[in-house]
């Protein structure tokens, strides 16, 4: 073989083994590139997916924002013990019953009010005021109640009530 031709099969191997590593090169980079990407996929994933339990979670917390809400609609407020008892006579008043509140326990034991009262008037007001009482907006129970028939006519209700008090 001549001369020439060994230095021309040399410089075709150099060129061939020379776009082999360009080759390798550019395959390295590619596969980088796609780990790289399958990464960002995989964060962009769980990125969605926190947001979507955050979203969830504002949604449960708005849901039991709106529950708490409703219930203390049903609760006595602490600070509104004196209204509540107003309300227990304006009860009676629409029913032609005079109540007088004998007695209310302290507010901070368990959660939950006991409420006496004594009340007079005629027999279809008073089981009214009863019923109106157990069945008013508020959570009330009755605890013990009492109706006789009065000397003069007319009917006394004697009750202890509970009712369940809101520490907001």
Known sequence: MKHTEIITAITALFILLGALGAYVWWHQGLLEKRTASEQLTQEIQQTIHKEGQVARLANKSEQLVA?????????????DVVFFLR?????GRANNVLIEITSVSDTAEGG????????????SGVMKTVGMLEHDQYTLSAKNI????????????VGIFTALTYLP
């Open 87 to 91: 309300h227990i006579e304006e009860v």
């Open 112 to 123: 939950e009010i006991t409420v006496s009262l004594k009340g007079t008037g005629s027999f």
């Open 67 to 79: 529950n708490e809400t409703l219930i203390a609609t049903h609760l006595v407020r602490v600070e």
């Open 146 to 157: 009492n109706v006789r028939a009065e000397s003069e006519g007319g009917w006394e209700l």
